[in-house]
């Protein structure tokens, strides 16, 4: 099947229908053989777990991992019964405008911020479906248990060791002119979020950049995508998961070619946030004057294999790197 041959009303039923991990594990394969259609089937998937049904969201990733890469990841068992949802009009259409305008993405800040925005069409419980899905991957029960983190500053980065993970933090944040958590917490209405939800989006708000330097994903376009599979395998983070699955509908539809290109990224991100050790309870204010290759002996984090030059789009595009 053709890109010409898929409508998006058909790709529609195909995200409603979705599958757990051997429709996946065979969705991979299919794509690693060439048959047509294999990549909407792939992108189906992807979009199910995102918004219809987030309980199957490690089987369907785990069997793409085995059918694409060959091998599911090395990592902890997190399961729980799937159970039907549905697609509102308006998320559907957002995500449609989002898959067919060709200048999303060139920009990642208006990108993640309308993607963000499209969690508000979610159907009613899907929030608490997550938040439950949540507390069954390591770590989670233990992090959320402290509460909603306080905010670092850059007064206390500014403290440290430039070659330590706060002065690296410190450097990255005033170099680069970004803040020091992605998006604004309070004007969100994060903490309005069902437990644990109302901790963990604002944990990693707090924490993207972090987990960026200590895993190695850099702050490239392409490693924005793998650190979003690194972040979604870590705690099933949703938005990451809706972000991943739009830009997969995006290749399949309107960029065949990238697919492989675009599958190969978001499934070693994915591996290796599954094979790490859970991050979100470190206490990361006790480790900011250690250099972050002692931080990464001291967590188990090996630092992330990119299948492709991490650079590699902005050097097509003529773009300088960002520090870090």
Not at 69 to 85: I, S, T
Not at 86 to 113: C, H, K, N
């Amino acid at each position: 099947m053709t890109t010409a041959d898929m409508t998006w009303e058909a790709f529609h039923d195909q995200v409603l229908e979705g599958g757990g991990r051997d429709d996946a594990v065979a969705a991979g394969r299919a794509l690693r053989a060439g048959v047509p259609g294999a990549a909407f089937e792939v992108a189906a998937l992807a979009l199910h777990v995102a918004i219809v049904s987030p309980e199957p969201l490690v089987a369907v990733y785990d069997g793409l991992c085995e059918g694409w890469l060959g091998a599911a990841p090395d990592g902890p068992d997190v399961a729980a019964p799937p159970a039907p949802g549905s697609v509102s009009d308006a998320l559907w259409s957002g995500l449609r405008e989002l898959v067919f305008d060709p200048d999303a993405g060139r920009d990642p800040a208006d990108i993640t911020v309308r993607t963000a925005a499209l969690t508000d069409a979610l159907s009613p419980g899907f929030h608490d479906r997550v938040a439950a899905m949540a507390l069954h991957y390591p770590g989670v029960t233990e992090a959320a248990a402290t509460g909603v983190p306080a905010r670092f500053t850059l007064e206390d980065l500014a403290d440290c060791p430039r070659d330590s993970l706060g002065g690296s933090m410190h450097s990255f944040v005033v170099d680069n002119g970004f803040e020091l958590e992605v998006l604004d917490r309070d004007a969100l209405g994060l903490t309005d979020l069902p437990y644990p939800l109302d901790y963990l989006n604002v944990r990693i708000l707090q924490c993207h950049d972090i987990w960026h330097l200590v895993a190695d994903h850099k702050t490239s376009g392409l490693h924005e995508v793998s650190v979003s599979g690194f972040q979604m395998a870590q705690f099933g983070h949703q938005y990451s998961s809706m972000f991943l699955g739009m830009v997969l509908a995006k290749v399949a539809f309107t960029q065949p070619d990238a697919v492989a290109f675009t599958l190969d990224t978001i499934l070693t991100g994915y591996r290796h946030g599954r094979e790490t050790p859970p991050l979100l309870g470190v206490e990361w204010e006790t480790v900011w004057d250690r250099p972050i290759p002692v931080i990464r002996g001291q967590l188990g984090v090996t630092p992330y294999d990119s299948p492709y030059p991490a650079w590699i789009l902005e050097e097509l595009q003529g773009q300088q790197p960002r520090s870090a």
